[in-house]
T-cell receptor, first 112, second 115 residues
Framework: QQQVKQSPQSLIVQKGGISIINCAYE??????FPWYQQFPGKGPALLIA?????SEKKEGRFTISFNKSAKQFSLHIMDSQPGDSATYFC???????????FGAGTILRVKS | DGGITQSPKYLFRKEGQNVTLSCEQN?????MYWYRQDPGQGLRLIYY???????QKGDIAEGYSVSREKKESFPLTVTSAQKNPTAFYLC??????????????FGEGSRLTVL
């Protein structure tokens, strides 16, 4: 039972373009939505996170957009760079300190 | 430097053998987790522990066992009962109580291959 559905599975973007990764969740009790970035052979690291009381959060070139009524959230990477090439995971949990449910991941490749 | 250390990084095992993956943290975190990563399936929770001497099954605990005798250590044993053990295993921890921002801190993973 996949509670967080992530798409696309893979994505190729030209350098300078916008990368967009989407996630949809089912459990309306989820109230914490992080994105993790993973480089090959490494563990994931927190990139950016949002709570449902805001519709958007921006940190540098990375923006989370959140649509509570549609139960969807997305990651936008502006001015994508080759160094952004990695696997990105969305996730959700009920509060902090509780089990995170991860999406299946998106492999992003930024072509120079 | 503070962080999570997993060992070994690569491990090969014959069918029918048990193998133990090590996870040590010096972040003074109470909670520790084991995830399994397979291509196209994301991260799936195997076991987690909120405090010493206590742990709970995650979503895919069958064929795995853990112990939490010390705050710093949370080893995972992949037993011969695990039908498809070849995978990338990730250990993580999170800060306790009011210090918890929801962030999981991951190790660099252990890749297990069953021959």
């Amino acid at each position: 039972q996949q509670q967080v559905k992530q798409s696309p599975q893979s994505l190729i973007v030209q350098k300078g373009g916008i990368s967009i990764i989407n996630c949809a969740y089912e459990n309306t009790a989820f109230d914490y939505f992080p994105w993790y970035q993973q480089f090959p052979g490494k563990g994931p690291a927190l990139l950016i996170a949002i709570r449902p009381d805001v519709s958007e959060k921006k940190e540098g070139r990375f923006t989370i957009s959140f649509n509570k009524s549609a139960k969807q959230f997305s990651l936008h990477i502006m001015d994508s760079q080759p160094g952004d090439s990695a696997t990105y995971f969305c996730a959700a949990s009920i509060g902090y300190g509780n089990k995170l449910v991860f999406g299946a991941g998106t492999i992003l490749r930024v072509k120079s | 430097d503070g962080g999570i250390t997993q060992s070994p990084k690569y491990l090969f095992r014959k069918e029918g053998q048990n193998v133990t993956l090590s996870c040590e943290q010096n972040l003074n975190h109470d909670a520790m987790y084991w995830y399994r990563q397979d291509p196209g399936q994301g991260l799936r929770l195997i076991y987690y522990s909120q405090i010493v001497n206590d742990f709970q099954k995650g979503d895919i605990a069958e064929g795995y066992s853990v112990s939490r005798e010390k705050k710093e250590s949370f080893p995972l044993t992949v037993t011969s009962a695990q039908k498809n053990p070849t995978a990338f295993y990730l250990c993580a921890s999170s800060a306790p109580g009011l210090l918890n921002t929801g962030e999981l801190f991951f190790g660099e993973g252990s890749r297990l291959t069953v021959l």
